[in-house]
């Protein structure tokens, strides 16, 4: 090996027992040999920090960094500031990859001086029989796109940022990363972290490289997103956060702007199939302050987004609309009824008026002590 490794493979490691030899030997059979396997394990409970360490003893170009639980973002920002290589592959330790991905990745990023290779995967579906488990993603087939060829950046296939993240198929030069200062947002749990990632690095990448090929395995354990999606909150989070991190860096075009969006209204989708009208209603302030955040004129005029993703998000406004209008209805009831206690015991004789109006804000308050006051605030700026 030379002194500088060609790919850094960072594996942020954490509860894959199960599958973490798979992953681990699809690694260490890569034909391109010259690469440095940059273990972390975050603070594992299973047998996950044995097993690292037991093929740490078998292979000299395996690094072992134990550390305490602090998420998938901490785990991979640990891997990246330990990483020597020309290039940064970040990989999923319950994933598995064929044996020359990084061959041809690496091929096409000296090739063409690329900041990013991208590459297509296969989406495994581990609860299917061998045969039929294994599908090859297909991007770049609608009528409004081209596929990619050559160097490009972002604005020239804005597209990317409308499909999944999937920052495990591509490599990254380090010094680019390094020069942009670009990590991993850090939040307990995994919790969709890599959305902000992908989008500094495929923004702030000026030689961005693409190709069909497919090399990667990406496990799905269940047969919809949605099952998976333990916190509903988590995907508006990730949009607030990705929505602010545009603004402060000035990104005003609008088909950037227009695929997140699309990207968003999948999101939207997917809280609803993994919840019912109960469990949604703590992401509702939330997914109002999306709603309010969303230019309806970029959407309306956008070659990238379909007439259904704007009766979708048409049909989330009004659902948000007729439910606050159905909570101040409710309260307002609470208020009268509470007025009308007050002066059915006289108290209006023996109480001033404001401090009548002093106890009817205080019944308020107590009725909505569970909705915060700024679901009120975002419902106000939503325009039906």
């Known amino acids: 090996m030379s002194n500088q490794p060609k790919i850094s493979v960072v594996v942020p490691i954490y509860g894959v ?5 798979t992953a681990l030997d699809s690694i260490i059979c890569q034909t391109l040999t010259d690469i440095e396997i940059i273990l972390v394990d975050d603070g594992g409970k299973d047998k996950c920090p044995q097993i690292i360490d037991e093929y740490a003893a078998t292979d000299p170009r395996i690094i072992v960094i134990h550390k305490p ?15 020597s290589g020309e290039y940064i592959a970040i990989f999923e330790p319950d994933d598995y990859i064929e044996p020359n991905m990084y061959e041809e990745l690496y091929n096409v990023a000296t090739k063409n001086n690329a900041d990013i290779v991208k590459s297509q995967f296969y989406t495994f579906f581990d609860f299917l029989d061998a045969d039929i488990c294994n599908s090859k993603v297909s991007w770049f087939r609608g009528k409004n796109t081209s ?15 409308s499909f999944h993240p999937s920052i495990w198929s ?18 307990p749990g995994a919790g969709w972290t890599d959305n902000l990632f992908q989008v500094q690095t495929f923004l702030l990448a000026q030689r961005i490289c693409f190709t069909e090929d497919a090399f990667y395995h990406w496990r799905l354990r269940q ?19 990705i929505h602010k991190w545009l603004r402060d860096n000035n990104i005003t075009n609008e088909d950037i702007w227009a695929n997140l969006y699309k990207r968003e209204i999948a999101y939207m989708h997917i809280v609803a199939r993994a919840g019912n009208v109960k469990t949604i209603r703590p992401t509702l302030s939330l997914i109002a302050e999306w709603l309010s955040d969303v230019d309806m004129q ?7 987004i379909t007439k259904y993703e704007i009766k979708s998000v048409r049909k989330m406004r009004n659902f948000i609309r007729f439910y606050y209008l159905y909570k101040i209805r409710r309260f307002l009831s609470k208020v009268l009824h509470y007025r009308r206690s007050v002066l059915s015991i006289h108290w209006s004789s023996r109480i001033s008026p404001n401090e009548q109006e002093k106890i009817i804000v205080i019944c308020g308050i107590m009725f909505f002590r569970n909705t915060p006051s700024k679901d009120i605030k975002h419902f106000a700026r939503i325009k039906i």
Do not use: W
Not at 298 to 304: G, Q, T
């Open 17 to 21: 027992e199960k599958y973490l030899r």
């Open 69 to 83: 639980n602090g998420g998938y973002g901490s785990a991979c920002n640990a891997g990246l500031m330990r990483a």
């Open 147 to 161: 596929k990619p060829t050559g160097v490009f950046d972002i604005k020239k296939h804005p597209e990317f940022l």
């Open 170 to 187: 591509c490599i990254y030069k380090r010094s680019f990363l390094e020069q942009h200062n670009i990590t991993i947002e850090e939040i």
């Open 223 to 241: 047969r919809d997103d949605a099952l998976d999606l333990k916190d509903l909150t988590i995907p508006f989070l990730r949009t607030r956060t």
């Open 298 to 304: 970029i959407l309306a005029h956008s070659k990238y």
